[in-house]
């Protein structure tokens, strides 16, 4: 169980273990989201619904409301899929394709990783990034950090690393002078939610825009969190 971690600067060397963690660290909340969403009231109501037509309209057939219920239940899991599979498929063409261009090009942006010695090999078991952005509406120059990329590989939980990951960045804020730390993360990342808010951070808007259709993101049942800390 790896203990000693250092956090330190993207290089581009680490682009095919940082691709790796990324992909599976976002791919893995697929079964939790499709517990979530089966499990939600509407969706359950919807799949007795589709039973029962499936019953009558099969003449009484057993097989017929099975099949209608479970055609109901794949629909949701595609949607939690394509949610998750489309944010990744989004980042891998755009920013995660080029991390010194977007993240490390310019001195209000960075992007770290946390590395570990395990029988003498080096191994990558987190992420993260931060990008300056001018606030909306703020006072004239006022700027915010936004964090991105938060990655913790299964190897690694319950260690403090998410802890020490966000504190980086908010670190690295808090230097060059923003005003606040802000965030997206979704409504089944429970345990995100929860570390950012033993660090400070509060729950201020929420929404559906993903990189999948609109209908996807409603039957899924996954919202969006927008979470910020003032620093």
């Known amino acids: ?61 057993t097989l017929w409301a099975l099949l209608s219920a479970g055609a109901w239940v794949g629909l949701v899991y595609y949607c939690c899929s394509q949610l998750y599979a489309g944010f990744v498929r989004e980042r891998l063409r755009t920013d995660m394709q080029d991390i ?62 998410g802890s020490r990951m966000t504190q980086t960045v908010i670190d690295f804020c808090k230097e060059r002078g923003f005003s606040k730390v802000v965030l997206e993360t979704s409504s089944t990342q429970t345990s995100a939610v929860a570390l950012y808010k033993k660090l400070g951070f509060s729950h201020i808007l929420s929404h559906t825009k993903t990189y999948s259709p609109e209908w996807m993101t409603i039957i899924s049942r996954v919202t969006i969190l927008k979470m910020e800390k003032v620093i």
């Open 1 to 61: 169980f790896p203990m000693h971690l250092v956090v330190r600067r993207y290089r581009p060397s680490d682009k095919d273990a940082v691709l790796t963690l990324f992909c599976d660290g976002i791919l893995e909340h697929i079964n939790p989201s499709f517990y979530n969403a089966i499990s939600n009231p509407v969706n359950v109501g919807v799949a007795l619904f589709l039973s029962m037509a499936g019953y009558m309209l099969g003449g009484g057939s």
């Open 100 to 161: 010194p261009g977007c993240y490390l090009s310019h001195p209000d942006n960075c992007f770290w990783v946390a590395e570990t010695e395990v029988n003498g090999w080096v191994e990558i078991l987190g992420m993260v990034a931060v990008v300056a952005k001018k606030v909306v509406g703020g006072r004239d120059g006022e700027m915010s950090g936004e964090l991105f990329r938060m990655i913790v590989s299964t190897k690694c939980r319950r260690t403090g690393l």
